[in-house]
């Protein structure tokens, strides 16, 4: 898995078991600004979120950093 889509596992995880970015950033062994761009693309753009998980990054498509690009877009609207 990249990094980016280890970033968005921790931040799935983070919901779902109600954990600290921290904590979920060391379990996956990521950086929390990763787990906090994961974390925004998760609620502003959950389209996006599973284009990341879905592979789609290692083709260069969509990048987490280009999805979260687009979440903050969507974010702000």
């Given amino acids: 898995m990249t990094k980016g889509q280890r970033a968005m596992v921790a931040a799935k995880a983070r919901i779902l078991r109600i954990q600290t970015v921290?904590?979920?950033a060391e379990a996956v062994n990521v950086s929390t600004g990763g787990v906090d761009h994961a974390s925004i693309v998760l609620a502003h753009g959950p389209d996006?979120?599973?284009?990341v998980l879905?592979?789609?990054v290692t083709s260069g498509v969509l990048p987490l950093d280009k999805a979260y690009e687009e979440a903050?877009?969507?974010?702000?609207?």
């Fill in 54 to 56: 879905a592979g789609r």
């Fill in 48 to 51: 996006l979120a599973a284009e």
């Fill in 22 to 24: 921290g904590e979920a």
């Fill in 72 to 77: 903050r877009k969507r974010k702000a609207e």
